[in-house]
């Protein structure tokens, strides 16, 4: 019999949500067809990913750049925000499709 993590797999494919990694056992991962990231049992899709963009954004104008903590989250923020960004960019995409055809991506 298949344990849970399979079979809530199994129903959320069956639902529509396509295939799940098996992140217990592999490393995170990015899908560059579905823009879909894979880490720690959840799947991250695009539309997360663009409130996850918006959420750093407000939190970033929040912060006080004249105060030196404060300055340091707004970069943290930045960070995040541009991070996210960049994997949605169409070429960095593209590379990563190619790299994973190659199984050269994250097999180091």
Do not use: W
């Amino acid at each position: 019999m298949a344990d849970r993590s399979d079979l809530i797999n199994q129903l959320a494919a069956s639902m529509g949500a396509g295939d799940f990694a098996q992140t217990k056992y592999e490393e995170s991962r990015y899908d560059p067809e579905t823009g879909t990231l894979y880490c720690k049992g959840m799947a991250i899709s695009g539309s997360v990913a663009e409130k996850a963009i918006k959420h750093f954004e407000v939190l970033e104008k929040k912060c006080d750049l004249d105060d030196p903590n404060s300055r340091q989250m707004a970069m943290i923020y930045r960070c995040a925000s541009e991070s996210i960004k960049m994997m949605q960019n169409p070429r960095v995409m593209e590379t990563i499709r190619k790299e994973a055809e190659n199984n050269t991506l994250f097999n180091d």
